[in-house]
């Protein structure tokens, strides 16, 4: 059992007795140890916790008493996923010392299922970013190159799984946050339909397109995470709670006979990396083989409308959500003589300058004057965006595109060109305007050796035939490998 093993095989083998939970714990802080000064992918590391609960696992196994399917699999979730009695920072200084009273609903999930929690990963304050570089605890490093980004918002949990410390993490997406920095750091992310995943203890950022989701290096793995956390919550009234299908046979290997697989060819411009356009190509080939056949679909007000439609509605609803740390709350409270001073210091010292930025725009479009003229403009965008993905799917069974329009960029390159850093959600974004699910998939290197990501995208509910094709396209391209270590 070493950082290559899937979670799958390492709870196998757990159950089967071949190994002891405390030593895939003990080869879990060692590898972490040995690479977390590099890399920064976690904000809080249970290096204690983690020993203690194996221990505690083997002892209940030994008796009979613990199963699940992710026996003694490590796990890291990002930090804005509430952890009781464990520090939640959301990566900003505002919840530095905030501790939950209470594990989020996939949490709960994690643990029920055998899993054991070695930490809470480095992320874009409040989820708001594309390179992990918004934290206050320090930017996360690319595995495959530390002077790169992981992208973002959920970096350090793709960088987890591609370092090999853990063989899978959950991360949360709004706009692109899990599949980007799964493209970037050459993983398998997957955002879930909206509503299949409880938000249960998720820290609010915009909650109309929040979606928690897994990371893992193979779509088996994928499939294991998702059944193990979508079941139905009563406490998040949008968790739909329809009945689950089978996701790890979706899994299996199958021929794509009858699947028709559209193409975005009009995303592939000048504006793509040429490495990334033909990655989609090679990809769109593959499926190809494996018995889809391929038409042409348009997404032209996505791709034109998409990015300022999310950056009016994503920041609206932050303003409002991050209404509540007031200094009054959550543990971090500045000295002062009145109220107002006490909200502007706590909140001025407290959030890092991209959060303020949102919560200035989300406050602007909200504002009596202007709420026709953005808000409720951007809500109608949203509907004829919804309108053009249902029109695609009556001519494909699912989309394929880019995950993201650039391979990982450097360290600082675009941290102060907000714009810029927005495009790099360009692909993504439109996909939780329409509350879909969508797959980010390593598909090979660049010429440097840079991961190569592309997306899939399906009508909601439609996470099975994602985790097929997905897997038509990993036994094609192989399996995320560890980061500089074999595989591609
Ligand atoms: N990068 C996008 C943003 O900054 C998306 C973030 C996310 O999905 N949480 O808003």
Request: hydrophobic letters at 40%; charged letters at 25%.
């Amino acid at each position: 059992m070493n950082e290559f093993s899937s979670a799958a095989e390492t709870a196998s083998r757990i159950r089967n007795g071949d190994i002891t939970a405390s030593a895939v714990i003990e080869e879990t802080l060692r590898v972490i140890e040995e690479k977390e000064k590099d890399l920064n992918a976690l904000i809080t590391f249970l290096r204690e916790e983690a020993l203690q609960e194996a221990k505690e696992l083997d002892r209940r196994i030994a008796a009979g008493e613990a199963d699940g399917p992710l026996l003694g699999v490590p796990v890291v979730v990002k930090d804005n996923m509430c952890t009781k009695g464990i520090k939640t920072t959301c990566g900003s200084r505002i919840l530095e010392r905030w501790k939950p009273p209470y594990d989020a609903w996939v949490v709960e999930k994690l643990r029920e299922a055998g899993a054991i929690l070695v930490g809470k990963s480095n992320m874009d304050e409040f989820a708001m970013g594309s390179s992990t570089e918004h934290s206050a605890y320090g930017p996360a490093s690319n595995p495959w190159d530390i002077e790169r980004v992981t992208g973002g918002s959920s970096g350090g949990s793709a960088a987890s799984v591609s370092a090999g410390y853990v063989p899978v993490a959950l991360g949360s997406d709004t706009g692109g946050s899990i599949r980007q920095p799964a493209a970037f750091c050459g993983v398998f992310g997957m955002k879930p339909t909206y509503g299949l995943v409880s938000r249960f203890g998720l820290v609010a950022f915009a909650s109309s397109l929040d979606q928690i989701g897994p990371f893992a290096r193979n779509v088996e793995d994928l499939a294991l995470m998702l059944s193990v956390i979508s079941e139905h919550d009563p406490r998040d009234a949008t968790c739909v709670g329809a009945d689950r299908p089978d996701y790890l046979a979706a899994a299996e290997r199958s021929s794509l006979a009858g699947v028709k697989v559209g193409v975005v060819r009009e995303f592939l411009t000048a504006a793509v990396e040429p490495e990334i356009s033909k990655a989609v190509l090679d990809t769109a080939a593959a499926m190809k083989e494996a018995g889809a056949s391929l038409v042409d679909v348009k997404l032209p007000s996505a791709g034109k409308a998409g990015l300022p439609c999310y950056y009016i509605l994503a920041p609206a609803e932050a303003s409002s959500n991050l209404a509540r740390y007031d200094g009054i709350r959550y543990g971090k409270r500045e000295e002062a003589g009145d109220l107002m001073e006490l909200y502007f210091k706590t909140r001025g010292s407290g959030f890092g300058k991209e959060v303020k930025r949102r919560i200035l725009t989300g406050t602007y479009v909200l504002s009596s004057g202007y709420y026709d003229a953005f808000y409720l403009r951007a809500l109608k965008v949203r509907r004829l965006i919804c309108m053009e993905f249902e029109s695609a799917f009556e001519k494909a069974d699912l989309i394929l595109m880019p995950t993201a329009p650039s391979l990982p960029f450097r360290k600082g390159e675009l941290v102060d060109d907000p714009l810029q850093m927005y495009m790099s959600d360009v692909f993504t974004l439109p996909v939780n305007l329409a509350g879909l699910p969508g797959l980010s998939m390593c598909v090979g290197r660049s010429g440097k050796g840079l991961p190569l990501g592309v997306q899939l995208v399906a009508p909601q509910w439609q996470e099975s035939l994602i985790l097929k094709c997905g897997r038509a396209v990993e036994d094609a391209f192989g399996p995320a490998p560890v980061a500089g270590r074999g595989g591609m």
